[in-house]
C-alpha cells in the first residue's frame, strides 16, 4: 500500500480488536483509521488513550449525534489526532458530518464521500429537493440554506416507511 501511495488505511481489523489495530499501526508508516462503528465514550477513551490509530472515524449517527461526535474529536484533539468522521452514503450523515468537520479544531484532511449511488442505496435516490453535494476541484461547500441547509423532498418524504412505538 504505501509503495503505491496509500495515504491511509480504514479500519484493518476488526473495530472491537484495538490490540490488533494498534499492532498494524505501528508496523505501517501510512495512517491507520478507525472507529466508525464505536459508539460507547469509554471505548473512544480507551482507543485514544493506548494510540490505536492515527486518525478517529466517529459516526455522527452511530454516536448519537453532534455533541457526542464532539466530544470524540475533542478527545483525539487533546491527543494530537485529527477527526475524519464516517460517512457512508449520501444521507443526512454526510452533511452532519460536512457541519461536524467546520465545527471541530481537528478536521482531517478530507470528507469521507460516498461513490455508491442509488443501485447499492436506492433509498437515497431523490432524498433532497436539490442535491446538497456539489464537487468542484476536489473540494465541497456546505449549502447555505437554514438549518442543515437542505430540504427532503415531499416525494421522498410520501414514499418512505413509518414506524411508531409507544411506551405503556
Given at each position: ?22 499492532t ?92 455508491e ?28 440554506g ?23
Amino acid at each position: 500500500m504505501e509503495a503505491n501511495g496509500i495515504c491511509h488505511f480504514e479500519e484493518p481489523c476488526p473495530y472491537w480488536e484495538l490490540e490488533q489495530t494498534r499492532t498494524v499501526r505501528e508496523a505501517l508508516s501510512i495512517d491507520v483509521t478507525g472507529g466508525e462503528q464505536d459508539c460507547y465514550l469509554p471505548m473512544w477513551k480507551h482507543m485514544i488513550a493506548m494510540h490505536a490509530v492515527d486518525i478517529v472515524q466517529p459516526d455522527v449517527c452511530y454516536m448519537g449525534g453532534m455533541v457526542r461526535s464532539q466530544q470524540v474529536a475533542q478527545m483525539a484533539h487533546a491527543a494530537g489526532l485529527p477527526c475524519t468522521p464516517h460517512s457512508a452514503n449520501l444521507s443526512l450523515v454526510t452533511l452532519f458530518t460536512m457541519h461536524l468537520l467546520c465545527a471541530i479544531p481537528n478536521p482531517g484532511k478530507y470528507l469521507e464521500f460516498s461513490i455508491e449511488g442509488s443501485d447499492y442505496y436506492p433509498w437515497q435516490e431523490g432524498l433532497y429537493v436539490e442535491s446538497p453535494y456539489k464537487i468542484k476541484d476536489g473540494h465541497i461547500e456546505l449549502p447555505a440554506g437554514p438549518g442543515w441547509g437542505v430540504e427532503i423532498h415531499p416525494d421522498w418524504l410520501q414514499r418512505a416507511s413509518y414506524q411508531m412505538s409507544e411506551v405503556s
